[in-house]
């Protein structure tokens, strides 16, 4: 581990939408006894808040406007500006803007912004996202790129839609992984890619348990 002794590790994992990076987080943040932060949510956050205020996603300086001055608390719910969100946050409205959101370096800035501070502030912690490894945490202590066939990860993504009760057509759900995946690996500012020192892990056929074993024989 390349942490000093008094400090916590820090974990970096990237992947795609569905690629079980959140079962990930979860299970190494409670085997190691960290905290973890999931950026989606934050990006969501912004995407949610624009919606509710009729700002248009396409604005990039007022969703930029929007997104400094929002308060937003990642824990086991969402708050945003101090409402629980959560659910919302999940559902198709927030899923089909949130790329275009997260594509805005103002707001993109701001969050990165936020969640160094957070590793701060946690001293240490397992933060999942999209360009954690590459941008935002580029000396984090471990750096995991998560990935899954096309199939499990709309497989997934349904069950949640489901879990969560934002009834979703399966087909519908494929098609928004395929859209959002795209858009996120080919934008200008962060695009989703693998982090240079990353273990490449691929979930499809395999337990949360057998990876959080192989991946912390890397810390
Ligand atoms: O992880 P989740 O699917 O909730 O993320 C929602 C969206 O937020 C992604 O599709 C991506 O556009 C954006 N995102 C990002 N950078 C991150 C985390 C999420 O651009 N670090």
């Not at 969402?78 to 959560?86: E, H, I, K």
């Not at 489901?162 to 080919?186: F, G, I, K, Q, W």
């Amino acid at each position: 581990m390349s942490s000093s002794p008094d400090s916590r590790p820090v974990i970096a994992i990237d992947g795609p939408a569905g690629a079980g990076k959140s079962t990930l987080a979860a299970s190494l943040a409670a085997r190691l006894g960290l905290d973890r932060l999931d950026t989606g949510a934050m990006y969501r956050a912004v995407a949610f808040a624009a919606l509710r205020d009729g700002v248009d996603p396409a604005d990039a300086r007022a969703v930029a406007e929007l997104a400094r001055r929002l308060r937003i608390d990642v824990g086991p719910a969402v708050r945003v500006d101090g409402v629980d969100a959560s659910r919302e946050l999940r559902g198709p409205a927030v899923t089909s803007v949130v790329s275009a959101v997260a594509a805005n370096p103002e707001v993109r800035r701001e969050m990165v912004r936020r969640q160094r501070a957070w590793v701060e502030a946690h001293s240490g912690g397992v933060i999942e996202g999209r360009d954690i490894a590459t941008v935002v945490l580029p000396d984090a202590d471990l750096k995991i790129y998560v990935t899954a066939s096309e199939a499990e990860r709309a497989r997934r993504r349904a069950l949640e839609a489901e879990a969560t009760a934002n009834d979703l057509d399966p087909s519908a759900v494929a098609a928004d992984l395929a859209r959002r995946d795209h858009l996120d690996s080919t934008r200008q500012s962060s695009p989703l890619a693998v982090a240079e020192g990353a273990v490449v892990v691929d979930t499809t056929d395999r337990s949360v348990e057998e990876i959080v074993e192989e991946v912390l024989t890397r810390l």
